[in-house]
């Protein structure tokens, strides 16, 4: 027989006598007295087994009744999961839709989210994003100030809001939208920094776009983004020297633009508005050295461009054309310079001229229709017909508004006149002629000739 067996029986017969020995010992008869009862005699241990008995039943009454009070919470609690995860299936399927562009089907999911849960957060701001994609902004204001009103430093909300405010053209209400969040996030919110940035910029309101930009440099610590703030940190400043410039202010303009070139040396439009500055100081000299300097340091033919320019509003066209006469024995790309001094001569009726400066670059270009269509017109104009058909031919395919000189070194965008700023990335500076070179055929390997003697 097992240990555990023997213990066992010893602990049961233990106990059996345990209770024998208690009854006899409380055999003593006991009087019970309760009101309005008559008396009951009763032995001790049967008032001591009745009090224990008591005892239990009330420990087993409150654990009965605490049971059924959890029983009834967990349910509660599995009920209110349940409709949890409703709302969220509900809202994810929101913002599935949303992601596919069907905006009407997301504003009716997050419509059945807040018809459960009013004050759901989230599902309030989508609702607010649906109805601004649909173009619905009064709405989506009312939507989206409800939820500021109830959270006032919810950012996402208050970034939708200003989205809206942008769409509905209330740009003072967009203003105050990013204000409120950068107020909230001064050193985090670099996304309202540059919404509000670029809001700014359609205004034109230069000194307070600067001061932003300024701060917006030290936010960034991406080596990448740093220098991308900083190209458009040296744009904010080329526009606030050129308001400076339109309300007379010359002597600031000119050291605006220096403080530009201070920063890039290569910034090509501070070179053209830096000429520009000091012509308007009446300081000539000065001019013509910063338009040199810039096609020097930069390469580029637009501060030579604006010096021509300058010598033309001048009535100096002799001048104009030794800016690239001058240029082409100091430089060995000609190409992008015989190009810009044959539009000068086809601009002041030299065709010849010009006729020849295209000609001897037409096959060091490919990709250039303006180039073919000057040439054509030119030879039209002196009646070889053939000639201009030939050229014409190239271009039947073409259409004349998409003869883009220049281009964006940055992102590609093309541009019929160099511009100070890129109309598809947003970047200054970066707009350039664009003259692919032609493609030089690959030389090939030709069988040895077979001599033969007669």
């Known amino acids: 027989m097992r240990v555990r067996t023997v213990l066992t029986i010893l602990f049961v017969f233990a106990f059996v006598w345990f209770v024998v020995s208690t009854i006899r010992l409380n055999e003593a008869l006991v009087t019970i007295q309760f009101a309005f009862f008559q008396p009951i005699d009763l032995e001790l241990w049967m008032v001591m087994l009745a009090a224990f008995g008591v005892g239990a039943g009330v ?84 939507t989206l100030e409800r939820v500021s009103r109830a959270a006032p430093e919810n950012l996402q909300a208050l970034y939708s809001l200003s989205d809206v405010y942008l769409g509905a053209g209330a740009e003072e209400r967009a203003k105050l939208a990013l204000e409120r969040i950068i107020q909230l996030g001064p050193e985090t919110t670099v996304s309202a920094h540059r919404k509000l940035r670029d809001l700014l910029l359609r ?38 020297g050129v ?20 920063n890039d040396e290569k910034f090509v439009p501070a070179y053209i508005r830096l000429g520009e500055a000091c012509a308007l100081d009446d300081d000539s000299d000065e001019a013509v050295r910063v ?15 604006a010096l021509q320019n300058f010598y033309l509003r001048a009535e100096q066209p002799e001048e ?36 020849r400066e295209f000609q ?28 201009a058909l030939t050229k014409t031919k190239m271009l039947v395919a073409e259409v004349e508004g998409l003869m883009m000189d220049y281009a964006c070194t940055s992102c590609g965008w093309r541009a019929r006149e160099c511009t100070e700023r890129c109309g598809r990335c947003g970047q200054w500076g970066t707009i350039a002629l664009h003259l692919p070179a032609a ?11 077979t001599w033969s003697t007669p």
Not at 248 to 259: N, S
Not at 292 to 305: A, I, K, W
Not at 344 to 353: A, I, K, Q
């Open 360 to 387: 001897l670059i037409e096959d060091r270009v490919s990709g250039l229709p303006a180039l073919h269509l000057f040439i054509a017109r030119i030879l039209e104009s002196k009646n070889d017909h053939s000639g």
């Open 439 to 449: 493609t030089t055929p690959e030389p090939t390997i030709l069988p040895t000739p």
């Open 59 to 142: 420990i087993l009454f409150f654990d009965i009744a605490g049971g059924a009070r959890r029983f009834a919470r967990d349910r509660r609690h599995r009920l209110l999961t349940r409709a949890h995860e409703e709302v969220e299936s509900l809202y994810l399927a929101g913002l599935d839709a949303m992601a596919n562009g069907h905006f009407d089907k997301a504003l009716n999911r997050f419509e059945s989210v807040l018809e459960r849960e009013p004050d759901h957060e989230n599902a309030l701001v989508k609702k607010g994003d649906s109805l601004c994609a649909l173009a619905r902004y009064r709405e989506a204001a009312d």
């Open 243 to 262: 308001a400076k410039m339109g309300a007379g202010q010359v002597k600031e303009a000119i050291l605006t633009f220096r403080a530009i070139l201070d």
């Open 320 to 355: 104009a054309i030794g800016v690239w006469k001058q240029a082409l024995v100091l430089s060995d790309n000609e190409v992008p310079l015989r190009y810009c001094l044959g539009k000068l001569h086809y601009r002041l009726f030299m065709l010849d001229e010009a006729l």
């Open 203 to 240: 205004q034109s309101k230069w000194e307070e776009a600067n001061s932003l930009q300024s701060r917006l440099v030290e936010m960034v610590t991406d080596q990448e983004e740093r220098e991308l703030e900083n190209a458009i940190a040296n744009g904010v400043l080329l526009g606030l």
């Open 291 to 305: 338009w040199r300097s810039g096609y020097e340091v930069t390469d580029s033919t637009e501060p030579l461009t």
